[in-house]
């Protein structure tokens, strides 16, 4: 199993501006996956952080709101920019099982924008 | 894409009484199925997977039921407690792909 720390737990934020969450996996893994869950609803994928390039994003989620960094293979962070109430969720971070096993999770961080 | 639907958003059960919830799938393609519990402030936990080749499995006060026909999964929690009070999302993926979730189902147990 791998644990995953992220931080922050949560945050109120003003529009307009950004806010950076790190990932932190207790284990080097090659692959990292960065999920929204808006209010009440369920999770979705933002995007695919890999180790020596470039994040890969899933339709509607673009690189200038939704920035990745994955500097090694134990940490990853995404930026939410230029914030608006509309981005307020849990943004969780995950590590996978390759094989026929279950994904990991943080504890995600709640943002809520004002 | 595809995704992984619920048919109820919530449910509620007393104390004591056996839990279903259900999961409906739609990518016929998808080898390997997980359900997790999901409780206020944290994030998604492991509660028991099946994978295509089996179509029930059980775990501690769990079992998960897999209808590959109907493309239709299943969690069964016995003997429900206040503890078991959470969201649950099923989640399906073909080996080596990203898992697609469900919308999830509020479970609500009452005293």
């Known amino acids: 199993s791998a644990v995953i720390s992220q931080k922050p737990s949560r945050d109120i934020c003003q529009r307009g501006t950004s806010l950076t969450i790190q990932c932190q996996v207790d284990?080097?893994?090659?692959?990292m996956f960065w999920y929204r869950q808006q209010p009440g609803q369920s999770l979705t994928l933002i995007a695919t952080a890999n180790q020596g390039s470039e994040a890969t994003y899933e339709s509607g989620f673009v690189i200038d709101k939704f920035p990745i960094s994955r500097p090694n293979l134990t940490f990853s962070t995404l930026t939410v920019s230029n914030m608006s109430p509309e981005d307020s969720s849990i943004y969780l971070c995950?590590?996978?099982?390759w094989g026929y096993g279950e994904a990991f999770f943080g504890q995600g961080t709640r943002l809520t924008v004002v | 894409g595809e995704s992984v639907g619920l048919h109820l958003p919530t449910l509620s059960v007393q104390e004591g009484d056996n839990s279903i919830i259900n999961c409906a799938y739609s990518?016929?393609?998808?080898?390997?199925f997980i359900w997790y519990k999901q409780e206020s402030g944290k994030g998604p936990q492991f509660i028991i997977d099946?994978?295509?080749?089996?179509d029930k499995r059980q775990g501690q006060r769990v079992t998960v039921l897999l209808n590959k026909t109907v493309k239709h999964l299943s969690l069964q929690i016995a003997a429900t407690q206040p503890g078991d009070s959470a969201v649950y999302f099923c989640?399906?993926?073909?080996?080596?792909?990203?898992?697609?979730f469900g919308p999830g189902t509020r479970l609500s147990v009452l005293p």
């Open positions: 990518n016929s393609a998808s080898d390997y």
């Open positions: 099946i994978r295509s080749n089996m």
């Open positions: 284990s080097q893994v090659t692959m």
């Open positions: 995950s590590v996978p099982d």
């Open positions: 989640a399906d993926r073909r080996y080596g792909q990203n898992f697609v």
